[in-house]
């Protein structure tokens, strides 16, 4: 194991630029990056499991064929480099195809969770300007509600189950081309993912991700992570998320490691099965899933332990009980780590480097980056002062952040990127995280922006007005809870709620509806009529306080 200080001491960005994408920077790639590089006879790129048993293996072989045929099909629609293609599938085989073929023609992959609505769908793809979206059967409703939607091609079930008049075939329009294409070649800061990130005052807002962050991808995933060439791998992460298509598709895969998808839904029946099916050796997700293993105690214990050499986990932070039960149960220890769909993972207890761990906190800074305590002026705060966890963009050559697409962001103040989390340096150099300083609701591991939520209660003709906060719960960190004024021809009842929580439900994502709705007369507004959400936010946490006192 490498010493951290001498990894933070010794970093050389150049350096690790050229060992991970071959010294060229001026001539990348993402698809040979991630799968021509390492099409060796017999590599193995992804292992697939379903929902009910069936499984199969891809070669890096298969997937470059695969990936070849579609990037032609591409190029007679009429798709070119920089152009988006969004991605509405589940976690198969096909996805890496689109993925692949996406980047190997230049253009931008955009990835869309299979939880989202049409709203969500509607937004994001009218937002992207998308040429083309896939989807398979079960998404392909969705797409009927989706205005000014683009060409779509449907991966279809059986007996092409799901196909639509004017729909492609995914598997139909393979064999029509050709399984040689070549790659077209970008500049490291050109774009090849196009994520959404949700925000506090206004819908889901764009950012591109350049080729040059494969490098910090590479980075979390072999020094954080600490993959190894004998490890069996499982993100278990949806690739329709930043955790998921960067550190559970785009990280192991330019390393040219195998990788895992469990095409189903997350159960302790499944864990247990892909993890003793595969000798997964390696795990990493989110601490809601790590809570929901826990809950299977003893048994689901004694049918895993001694598979898992490192676990890792993201997306919130990680409750100290949750640690201590995985190394008394398990016998392996499991490490927090920090990041935003803004930056990848700049905050890490590394698997893969020797530093101290300070229980609780989020770890220290990744190399490459410098990550700072600032008060409300911006100046940098000594040891045990709360403050903005903050990028010194300056002496940090791996962030790759450069703003949002066409929209103005009061995130960059002089060289900061201030990440909107309030945290605290810790004596030995580590940050432990305080919590949210905006109103971003972070839910079993999903980042939730109230504005979406309140967008769609309004859409209600019963709503009149609605504030969306994150109420504290012990199993999912934050629920989403919505305040509601409604319309004097409707009546408070539980009814109207319920049907409320369905109408959001539909619209945007099954994470995002408000699991409580509470009627009110009216809100806490500032003078000038902004809505005061944390006023609402901190009666919720004297409460769920007061509950355990």
Request: net charge negative; proline share 6%; glycine share 8%.
């Amino acid at each position: 194991m490498r010493d951290y200080l001498s990894a933070i001491t010794e970093f050389d960005y150049s350096r690790t630029v050229e060992a991970a994408l071959a010294g060229n920077l001026q001539a990348l790639n993402a698809c040979v990056e991630c799968c021509d590089r390492h099409a060796l006879p017999g590599r193995i790129a992804l292992f697939w499991e379903s929902r009910d048993g069936r499984s199969a293996t891809v070669t890096f072989s298969d997937l470059r064929d695969q990936a070849a045929r579609f990037a032609n099909f591409l190029l007679a629609q009429g798709v070119r480099r920089g152009d988006k293609v969004a991605g509405l599938l589940p976690r198969t085989a096909e996805l890496l195809v689109v993925v692949l073929a996406t980047w190997r023609i230049g253009a931008v992959y955009q990835p869309l969770f299979t939880a989202f609505g049409p709203n969500a769908i509607e937004h994001r793809l009218n937002s992207s300007g998308a040429a083309l979206v896939v989807t398979d059967a079960a998404n392909r409703p969705k797409l009927a509600e989706v205005d000014a939607c683009p060409t779509i091609v449907t991966v279809t079930g059986p007996k092409g189950e799901g196909l639509v008049r004017g729909d492609f075939s995914f598997w139909a329009e393979l064999p029509n081309h050709a399984n040689d294409c070549e790659p077209v070649m970008l500049g490291a800061d050109e774009p090849f993912l196009l994520m959404f990130t949700s925000g506090t005052t206004g819908p889901a807002k764009a950012l591109s991700v350049p080729l040059k962050a494969i490098v910090a991808f590479q980075s979390y995933t072999r020094d954080a992570v600490d993959l190894r060439p004998e490890d069996a791998f499982w993100n278990v992460a949806d690739p329709g998320w930043a955790y998921g298509i960067y550190f559970g598709v785009t990280g192991p895969l330019s390393m040219g490691h195998p990788i895992t998808f469990y095409d189903g839904p997350f159960t302790l029946e499944s864990t247990c099965r892909v993890i003793n099916k595969y000798g997964i050796t390696n795990l990493t997700g989110s601490p809601t899933a790590y809570r929901l293993l826990i809950a299977g105690g003893k048994q689901f214990a004694e049918s895993i332990k001694g598979r898992l050499r490192i676990v890792s986990s993201a997306g919130e932070p990680l409750n100290p009980e949750v640690i201590r039960w995985f190394a008394d149960n398990l016998g392996v220890t499991i490490h927090d780590h920090y990041g935003q769909t803004e930056l990848g993972m700049v905050l890490c207890n590394h698997h893969g480097l020797a530093h101290p761990v300070h229980l609780g906190a989020a770890g220290f800074a990744s190399p490459g980056h410098r990550i700072v305590v600032l008060d409300d002026d911006y100046h940098e705060l000594p040891a045990g002062q709360p403050g903005i966890l903050a990028v010194d963009r300056e002496q940090s050559p791996m962030c790759w952040f450069a703003g949002y697409d066409g929209v103005n962001t009061k995130a960059f103040v002089g060289k900061y990127y201030l990440s909107g989390d309030t945290v605290e340096l810790n004596p030995d150099g580590s940050i432990s995280f305080v919590g949210r300083s905006d109103d971003v609701i972070t839910t079993s591991g999903y980042r939730v922006g109230p504005f979406d939520v309140e967008s769609a209660l309004v859409e209600h003709p019963a709503v009149v007005e609605a504030a969306v906060v994150g109420k504290p719960c012990p199993e999912r960190t934050e629920l989403v809870k919505a305040f509601v004024v409604i319309n004097e021809q409707y009546r408070a009842t539980p009814e109207l709620a319920e049907e409320l929580r369905l109408h959001v439900r539909k619209r945007l994502a099954a994470h995002a509806y408000p699991r409580e709705i509470e009627f009110v007369s009216d809100l806490p507004k500032t003078p000038s009529g902004k809505l005061q959400r944390f006023i609402l936010r901190n009666q919720e946490i004297a409460k769920a306080q007061a509950a355990v006192a």
